[in-house]
């Protein structure tokens, strides 16, 4: 969700800048502190024994906030300051909603995922802001196509799980991602038509291909079989299908 949405822009932008190589790092670094300082905050607000994870968070932590300051140093160079005091705010609440919601131990929390679907996707306007210096109309229709691709596969993975755990035990499973999961395959749905009315062939062309490989995805699950396959399968698939859409995207604003 942030490694794809910074190649799709960066060649949609077909520019090549420094800052865009700086916008990858920042990204990496600000995912990879989260982990370490997750562990910091809990010695602090639920430990009550010194760990010996949290000698090793701080270290790594102090890492990554250095690579993180010498990209932002890039980054101020390139950007507006209105591209940086709304990034950097984007970025501080996600950080705090990451916080919380670790220390909570709510990280299945389905609302946190999505809210976090569209943070990490907004990695696009940020390499967009590097490669041009603004955010481009294209991008903000970039960010939004991946954001709501990004949603419709978190909830059909929670379908997913939910409909495994009910295979197990002697409860049935919960309509409720299921419905929201087919709510959200109507929006792609809907898209699609949109954009080929629009004549916005490969853009249509990729929602369709989405709406259909998550509706898909979804009828299998009603199979039990299919509901035992092993989950690094389904990921696969789910990669691919995220992959072949984002390449679709890309052609269709290029």
């Known amino acids: 969700m942030v490694i794809t949405p910074i190649v799709c822009a960066a060649m949609v932008a077909a520019t090549w800048q420094w800052a865009e190589v700086a916008t990858l790092t920042a990204a990496f670094a600000a995912l990879a502190a989260k982990d370490p300082l997750v562990v910091l905050m809990r010695q602090c607000f639920v430990w009550k024994q010194p760990n010996a994870a949290t000698p090793v968070a701080a270290l790594w932590f102090a890492v990554w906030t250095v690579v993180l300051a010498l990209s932002g140093v890039v980054l101020l160079r390139a950007w507006p300051l209105s591209g940086i005091v709304g990034m950097a705010a984007g970025m501080v609440l996600l950080a705090l909603m990451a916080i919380w919601v670790n220390v909570k131990n709510k990280q299945r929390s389905t609302l946190f995922q999505i809210a976090s679907s569209a943070a990490l996707t907004s990695s696009s306007l940020a390499t967009c802001l590097s490669a041009t210096g603004e955010i481009r109309p294209w991008c903000w229709w970039l960010w939004v196509l991946l954001a709501m691709q990004a949603t419709t596969g978190i909830l059909v993975v929670h379908a997913r799980l939910d409909a495994r755990i009910a295979l197990r035990g002697k409860t049935a499973a919960s309509p409720q991602y299921r419905r929201a999961a087919w709510i959200a395959v109507v929006v792609l749905g809907s898209g699609a038509v949109a954009m080929l009315a629009k004549q ?50 890309v052609a269709g604003l290029w």
């Open 200 to 249: 916005r062939m490969l853009l249509g062309l990729a929602l369709a291909l989405a709406a259909a490989g998550y509706g898909y995805d979804l009828r299998r699950q009603l199979d039990a079989e299919e509901l035992q396959r092993p989950l690094i399968s389904v990921g696969r698939r789910a990669l691919t299908l995220a992959t072949v859409y984002a390449l679709l995207l």
